[in-house]
Antibody, heavy 120, light 108 residues
């Protein structure tokens, strides 16, 4: 059974750096074609893909946010970390981590998400 | 970046009736399209991938079709648990992977 869960601060101040951790089980990120992405959803809005890290450590970023994002993995701990710098109130959203695998790039398993509020 | 345009924004349907949600890509994406269902306070759940393949455990009343730029998700005989928001997502041209703005299927 594949599970993912996001953790991190629920509240950050403007200009601060956000660090989110995705802890997963039921698969390994060292397995061929396994990938983990971060996706966010502002309140009552659509989904926005942010970043992805692959089994071979390839990393992909949203072009509009790439200057602020860093994604990394710790395969031994089954964790993926997302760092987002210079947080703004417009970054208030529910942040999800999600898995994709195989030859497809859709998201077959998701964490429950965590709401991050940016406010002073 | 590929833009995904969903319609309608809201669909009012009576239980037992069918509902069709449309999604158009700004350029051809073949069959590299997925549909997700999201209920309040929950993460999205994949329903369809490859434009028409149901994900594991998805009821047969959910069906997807389309190729190229135009796609649709049909829910036949709506059940109470089907009232939710539905998103399409393209995975043909990336990054970024992009989603539609969502269609809320509500009870009439």
């Amino acid at each position: 059974q594949v599970t993912l869960k996001e953790s991190g601060p629920a509240l950050v101040k403007p200009t601060q750096t956000l660090t989110l951790t995705c802890t997963f089980s039921g698969f390994s990120l060292s397995t061929y074609r396994m990938r983990v992405s971060w996706i966010r959803q502002p309140p009552n809005q659509t989904l926005e893909w942010l970043a992805r890290i692959d089994w071979d450590n390839d990393q992909f970023y949203s072009p509009s946010l790439r200057d602020r994002l860093t994604i990394s993995k710790d395969t031994s701990k089954n964790q993926v970390v997302l760092i987002m710098t210079n947080m703004d109130p417009e970054d208030t959203a529910t942040y999800f981590c999600a898995r994709s695998g195989g030859p497809w790039n859709y998201f077959d398993s998701w964490g429950p998400g965590m709401l991050v509020t940016v406010s002073s | 970046e590929i833009t995904m345009t969903q319609s309608p924004a809201t669909l009012s349907v009576s239980p037992g009736q069918s509902a069709t949600v449309s999604c158009r890509a700004s350029q051809s994406i073949g069959t590299n399209l997925a549909w997700y269902q999201q209920k309040p306070g929950q993460a999205p759940r994949v329903l369809i991938y490859g434009a028409s393949t149901r994900a594991t455990g998805v009821p047969v009343r959910f069906s997807g079709s389309g190729y190229g730029r135009d796609f649709s998700l049909t829910i036949s005989s709506l059940q109470s648990e089907d009232f939710a928001v539905y998103f399409c997502q393209q995975y043909n041209d990336w990054p970024p992977w992009t989603f539609g703005r969502g269609t809320k299927v509500e009870m009439k």
